[in-house]
């Protein structure tokens, strides 16, 4: 049996991303406290912010401004908020520098920038594209996949020509856009594999999660273990359309639902809230195939061509992802609840364009708040037959092999346990199978989630091994979704 080991460097970067923006949160005291005693001229010059309260400004700005506002994004070098305006009015400007904005004059307006999107919508919807409003070019940004060539490519091409100069651009993709069917931890269902994304509470009060849409379509029940008893089924779904996104609630309603992201080697992230993504800003991803991984935001309200078909506002980033990653979650350091993995192209070794779900919108449509359970419960998917929580004796994806070990199982800094590590009814080890994905790899690669992060430990979520036996599932059909046979 072969397996796909990921890459250490991977954690690595990831973990430095952690502590880039842990520094970040110890000098905004010390950055706002200088900007409190200043003059008025030194008040007006851009403040310090961590990416939670540069969205927050940027919202307020978006109401204040109108019409002149174009657009805002994070610069995370500066630790401050840029904000676009149209040329011409100065009070503007002098509103948006005193609010602690950094301000620059742009050429296209939101508006203007929303008909050049709807004008590709009309013209230049084709399998395999994407588009995003890029505030830090002022552009629309469009993406084509491998897919896009022959008459395809000049259809897309002479549409961007129509929208005139300076209104997009258009950029190649070696690989294929597709949904990350194969994440949190590992959920599966009518042979499929996705990720738990978060926990919550449904607007009825039962436990429940968020998922990607296109795994809530996939199947209607879903278990934490590859043909184990289900634990979950969809109340609502949503895909191809206006999103990505499922609600699945917990079938017994004592389940303890925590909100928190397992992030590996015994280690989670609280989630105090949901936030709007903000281009710039720093974000994390965890899914059962690949584990942690880190990344920036590079667009909102995208609007990607899948094979299945169009799906809009979505936030466009650079954070790898692959097959089984679908609904996973994307955060920050700060505990903010951001996206949940829809798909995209490319994979963790050579990178790609990825998409993912606003929180925001999901929890909106599906009347539905963040969870808040005992957060001694475990990771994603308590309740479901484990013994204990996150580096006890069943973590993420509780019992996923039909073991008793767990994320970090009885391992210090520097052991190799994993999730289920050795352990399974009758299987190599636990979540995350070597073929549920055609990846390669389940959620149990040997370093895993948040490799050599937090304690230093060389293995996290996952192990060697993962879910299942080494049978030949994970044959991708022609929509980019991927079986579980």
């Not at 980033?317 to 996973?328: I, K, L, N």
């Not at 951001?338 to 963790?348: E, F, H, V, W």
Request: glycine fraction near 20%.
């Amino acid at each position: 049996m072969s397996h796909k080991r990921i890459p250490k460097r991977k954690a690595a970067i990831a973990a430095g991303s952690v502590v880039a923006l842990g520094a970040a949160a110890i000098l905004l005291p010390n950055a706002n406290a200088s900007q409190d005693g200043a003059s008025n001229d030194a008040a007006a010059a851009p403040k310090t912010l961590k990416a939670g309260d540069a969205s927050d400004l940027a919202s307020q700005l978006a109401g204040l401004l109108g019409d002149a506002f174009a657009g805002s994004y994070y610069d995370t070098d500066s630790q401050q908020l840029v904000v676009n305006v149209i040329s011409g009015d100065n009070n503007v400007v002098v509103q948006a520098k005193k609010a602690g904005a950094k301000v620059r004059e742009v050429e296209n307006s939101l508006t203007e920038l929303e008909a050049g999107a709807q004008t590709l919508k009309a013209k230049a919807t084709i399998p395999g594209t994407s588009w995003a409003v890029d505030p830090k070019t002022n552009k629309i940004l469009v993406t084509a996949d491998s897919t896009v060539t022959g008459s395809k490519w000049d259809r897309l091409e002479s549409t961007v020509e129509t929208l005139g100069s300076g209104m997009a651009t258009i950029k190649k993709s070696a690989g294929t856009f597709k949904t990350f069917v194969s994440g949190g931890d590992a959920i599966f269902g009518g042979g499929a594999r996705c990720s738990l994304g978060f926990n919550v509470t449904a607007g009825d009060g039962s436990p429940a999660f968020l998922t990607a849409g296109h795994c809530g379509v996939a199947a209607e029940q879903w278990s934490d273990a590859q043909d184990g008893q289900a634990i979950a089924t969809v109340d609502q779904a949503t895909f191809p359309g206006d999103g990505d996104f499922a609600l699945v609630k917990y079938d017994d309603p004592a389940t303890v639902a925590p909100s928190e992201v397992n992030v590996g080697g015994g280690q989670t992230v609280q989630i105090t809230e949901a936030a709007e993504a903000t281009v710039g800003a720093q974000v994390l991803r965890m899914g059962s195939t690949t584990g942690l991984n880190d990344g920036q935001v590079l667009g909102l309200d995208a609007t990607v061509n899948y094979p299945e078909g169009t799906v809009t506002g979505l936030i466009q980033t650079d954070v790898c992802a692959e097959p089984g990653d679908s609904g996973g979650s994307l955060f920050t350091q700060e505990g903010q609840a951001i996206g949940l993995t829809s798909g995209g192209s490319g994979d963790c070794t050579a990178g790609g364009e990825t998409f993912f779900q606003p929180v925001t919108t999901a929890l909106q449509a599906v009347g539905a708040t963040l969870g808040a359970g005992d957060a001694a419960g475990g990771g994603a998917g308590d309740q479901a037959g484990g013994e204990a929580g996150a580096g006890g004796e069943a973590g993420a994806g509780d019992q996923a092999g039909g073991g008793e070990a767990g994320a970090g199982d009885g391992a210090g800094a520097g052991q190799e346990a994993g999730a289920g590590d050795e352990a399974g009814a009758g299987q190599e080890a636990g979540a995350g199978d070597e073929a549920g994905n055609g990846a390669g790899a389940g959620a149990g690669q040997e370093p895993g989630a948040g490799d050599e992060t937090g304690a230093g430990q060389e293995a996290g979520t996952g192990q060697e091994s993962g879910t299942g036996q080494d049978t030949g599932a994970g044959a991708q059909d022609g929509a980019g979704l991927t079986a579980t046979n």
